[in-house]
């Protein structure tokens, strides 16, 4: 059964930094591009970031672009999401998912068929 798990969620100051991390089991991890989404309290589900299975070649939403970089440990399973100069409008659940075919539309819920189960990001002084 393909599972994903995301951590590294808190409570974080405005400039301050987390890493996420997202850990796959139940199947071939390497070949599945892993992103980063999030969902603000009454806002739609967001996609952040992009690593490709390929080449670990990476995507950002213009929103993030500069300040969270995102890379994957094929030997572990994982996939990290480091968020650097944080802003309240970070804010949100951070939800991990999994899709086997490149790169096209990242930023579309529908390209994905697997979830974590998200986790809690608070930027707030």
């Known amino acids: 059964q393909l599972q994903l798990v995301e951590s590294g969620g808190g409570l974080v100051q405005p400039g301050g930094s987390l890493r996420l991390s997202c850990v796959g089991s139940g199947f071939t991890w390497n070949y599945y591009a892993i992103a980063w989404f999030r969902q603000a309290p009454g806002k739609e589900l967001e996609g952040v970031s992009l690593i490709s299975s390929i080449d670990d070649s990476s995507h950002y939403a213009d929103s993030v672009r500069g300040r969270f970089t995102i890379s994957r440990d094929n030997t572990k399973n994982t996939v990290h999401l480091q968020m650097n100069s944080l802003k309240p409008e970070d804010t949100a659940v951070y939800y991990c998912?999994?899709?086997?075919?490149?790169?096209?539309?990242?930023?579309?819920?529908?390209?994905?068929?697997?979830w974590g189960q998200g986790t809690q990001v608070t930027v707030s002084s």
């Open positions: 998912a999994a899709r086997t075919s490149g790169f096209a539309l990242w930023q579309s819920r529908d390209e994905y068929g697997y």
